[in-house]
Structures are given as structure tokens and as C-alpha cells.
């Protein structure tokens, strides 16, 4: 690996161990064996790095919990079913135990945000690759073919469920929103619907 690739996975360890505002250039540069210089040449900024590292684990995280391709389960209910929108549930709760550590970060950024301007406008644009990620897990369609009105409703959609939940299972396992739940108030909210 060179000094970019080592930057990129030291500052994940650093993420994952240390959050963003505690995470240092210098830590960064101790757990990757690089040097300071490093940062600005090949990100431009330590925060710009971070964002990187960021934005990787998530990406990480995205595909264990994808019962399709990622997590090498496989996805047997039909795309746009509320079978498939339950396996797909289960499969991202399911997720949790691992990922935990990067969505505690996440959070530190919804917490901290207005601290990290550089860092929250990257993050905020990289929302948008989120929610055109999550899409295809539910209604089978690859993300490359999906239309903008598409990522801007049913993306936004899964998004906010899953920050959701992802609240839910940090603060209280015991508690939280199951999928098999999940799914059964959709089905009564389409029911719902329906009767009007």
C-alpha cells in the first residue's frame, strides 16, 4: 500500500477508536506509519481525510448488512415485496453487533456537526450516494439505473427508517424496532391508506 491507502485505513482505526473530535493529524499519522506532510498532499486536510475514512466505513457497513451481495446471504423474497423490505430489515438489524462502532461515529457527527463545518458539507453531500446505496437492497433496481425522483423519495425513506433505527439499537437493544415490527406497521399503514 502507499501513503494514501495508509492514511485512509490508520484514520479509520483512529475513527473507530478515538471519534472525530477526539482524532488527531498526529494519531493518524502514528497508526498508519506515514508522515504529516502525507495528509495534506494526498487529502488536503485532516479533516478531509476523515471524511474519507468516514464515508468508507460506511460504505463497509452498507454492504454487511446487504442480504443480497454484501453479507453473503441471499435475498429470497421478490424486490418491492414487504417480504423483502422485512428480510432486508432483519438483515441491517442484524448488522448492528458489528457495526456499532460506526454508528456511534455517525451519531458523534449529528451531535457535532456545526464544530466540523469542512466535514459536515462532505458528509452532507455524500448523503445522497446513502441514499441511492440503499435503494436497490429493497426494489432490486442497481443503483446506476435509479432515477433522481427515485433516490429522492423511496432513498429518502429508507434513510430516515434506518437512522431511526439505528437510534433505537444504540440506546436499547432490549427495546428497539424490530424488523417483523417494522414490517407489520407498514403493512397497517398501507392499509390504512387504502381505506381512504
Same mark, same amino acid.
Given at each position: 500500500?502507499?501513503?494514501? *491507502?495508509?492514511?485512509? *485505513?490508520?484514520?479509520? $482505526?483512529?475513527?473507530?477508536?478515538?471519534? =472525530? +473530535?477526539?482524532? &488527531? @493529524?498526529?494519531?493518524?499519522?502514528?497508526? %498508519?506509519? &506515514?508522515?504529516? @506532510?502525507? !495528509?495534506?498532499?494526498?487529502?488536503? %486536510?485532516?479533516? @478531509?481525510? +476523515?471524511?474519507?475514512?468516514?464515508? %468508507?466505513?460506511?460504505?463497509?457497513?452498507? /454492504?454487511?448488512? /446487504?442480504?443480497?451481495?454484501?453479507?453473503?446471504?441471499?435475498? &429470497?423474497?421478490?424486490?418491492?415485496?414487504? #417480504?423483502? =423490505?422485512? #428480510?432486508?430489515?432483519? %438483515?441491517? !438489524?442484524?448488522?448492528?453487533? $458489528?457495526?456499532?462502532?460506526?454508528?456511534?461515529?455517525?451519531?458523534?457527527?449529528?451531535?457535532?456537526?456545526?464544530?466540523?463545518?469542512?466535514?459536515?458539507?462532505? +458528509?452532507?453531500?455524500?448523503?445522497? #450516494?446513502?441514499?441511492s446505496?440503499?435503494?436497490p437492497? =429493497?426494489?432490486?433496481?442497481? #443503483?446506476?439505473?435509479? /432515477?433522481?425522483?427515485t433516490?429522492?423519495? *423511496?432513498? $429518502?425513506?429508507?434513510?430516515?427508517?434506518?437512522?431511526?433505527?439505528?437510534?433505537?439499537?444504540? =440506546?436499547d437493544?432490549?427495546?428497539?424496532?424490530?424488523?417483523?415490527?417494522?414490517?407489520?406497521?407498514? $403493512?397497517?399503514? !398501507? @392499509?390504512?391508506?387504502?381505506?381512504d
Amino acid at each position: 500500500m502507499g501513503h494514501r *491507502e495508509d492514511l485512509l *485505513e490508520g484514520a479509520k $482505526r483512529c475513527l473507530l477508536e478515538k471519534g =472525530f +473530535l477526539r482524532t &488527531t @493529524a498526529r494519531d493518524v499519522v502514528k497508526e %498508519s506509519g &506515514t508522515n504529516l @506532510a502525507s !495528509i495534506g498532499y494526498h487529502y488536503g %486536510s485532516k479533516d @478531509a481525510l +476523515l471524511a474519507q475514512a468516514y464515508v %468508507s466505513l460506511i460504505e463497509g457497513a452498507g /454492504d454487511d448488512f /446487504d442480504p443480497g451481495w454484501g453479507a453473503g446471504g441471499e435475498v &429470497t423474497a421478490p424486490a418491492g415485496s414487504l #417480504e423483502r =423490505f422485512q #428480510e432486508v430489515w432483519a %438483515s441491517i !438489524i442484524g448488522s448492528v453487533p $458489528r457495526t456499532r462502532a460506526i454508528w456511534l461515529l455517525s451519531f458523534e457527527l449529528v451531535v457535532q456537526g456545526d464544530r466540523l463545518p469542512e466535514l459536515r458539507k462532505l +458528509l452532507a453531500e455524500a448523503q445522497e #450516494e446513502g441514499r441511492s446505496g440503499i435503494v436497490p437492497m =429493497f426494489n432490486g433496481v442497481p #443503483e446506476a439505473e435509479l /432515477d433522481k425522483e427515485t433516490v429522492d423519495t *423511496e432513498g $429518502r425513506f429508507y434513510q430516515t427508517l434506518l437512522n431511526g433505527l439505528m437510534v433505537q439499537w444504540l =440506546f436499547d437493544p432490549a427495546t428497539a424496532t424490530d424488523a417483523a415490527q417494522l414490517t407489520e406497521g407498514l $403493512r397497517r399503514v !398501507i @392499509a390504512g391508506a387504502a381505506k381512504d
